[in-house]
């Protein structure tokens, strides 16, 4: 079974300053992860994913996430935030059996502070 | 090259009527995916199609159905609409290959009055 947690459901940052939006996955098979991010009645955008290749992913607008077995975790970081940073994030997994389908945490929403 | 493009873009129905939401995915793609997004519920996984076949089903109820054609789209079917199916539903494709990214539509904004 696959699942994904994302701690926090909102966070707020100055502009500039870093921001990290937490993810933790459960997953009975290697798993294949994965950062997208949805902007107001949008669809949703590919951040980044980890495949089992480098376990520090970078992604597109600045965003990169470290794959950490240990924790179980995929925590999305950025150096300096951006205001056009302000969506919803969304953590996801797959794997195993299902491939494609992906298993997502319930978002967290981000806002940039001038 | 073309996204995954969703129609209509926004659909009103009354309880109890069906809705229809089709899909187009990116050349090359032979899977889709139907999610559900309403407020406050999150992302939740409604169907799989891969070649034509239903692959997987997440927990909804029989009267949300759907097919996959021979060129690959896809149509998502909700019969005897309730309140709560007003929600935005989002279709992904993907190639078959585990790991690969699934690519998102813009959504389809069904609200049931």
């Known amino acids: 079974a696959q699942s994904v947690t994302q701690l926090g459901s909102h966070v707020s940052v100055s502009e500039g300053a870093l921001v990290l939006l937490r993810c933790n996955y459960s997953?009975?098979?290697?798993?294949?992860l994965f950062w997208y991010v949805q902007y107001p009645n949008q669809g949703l955008q590919l951040l980044l994913k980890?495949?089992?290749?480098?376990?520090l992913v970078k992604g597109i607008n600045g965003f990169e996430a470290e794959f950490k077995k240990s924790e179980t975790s995929f925590h999305l970081t950025k150096p300096s935030a951006h205001m056009s940073d302000a969506a919803e994030y969304f953590c996801a997994v797959s794997g195993g059996s299902t491939l494609g389908r992906l298993y997502f945490g319930r978002g967290t929403q981000l806002t940039v502070w001038p | 090259e073309a996204g995954v493009t969703q129609s209509p873009t926004h659909l009103i129905k009354t309880r109890g009527q069906q809705a229809t939401l089709r899909c187009s995915p990116i050349?090359?793609?032979?899977?889709v995916y139907w999610y559900q997004q309403a407020l406050g519920l999150g992302l939740q996984f409604l169907l799989w199609y891969d070649e034509g076949e239903e692959r997987n089903r997440g927990n909804f109820p029989p009267r949300f159905s759907g097919r996959q054609f021979p060129n690959y789209s896809s149509e998502l079917n909700v019969n005897a609409l309730e309140l709560e199916d007003s929600a935005l539903y989002l279709c992904?494709?993907?190639?078959?290959?585990?790991?690969?990214?699934?690519?998102f539509g813009q959504g389809t904004r069904l609200t049931v009055v």
């Open positions: 980890y495949t089992s290749a480098a376990t």
């Open positions: 992904a494709s993907s190639t078959r290959q585990g790991g690969t990214e699934a690519f």
């Open positions: 050349s090359g793609h032979t899977s």
């Open positions: 997953s009975s098979v290697p798993p294949y």
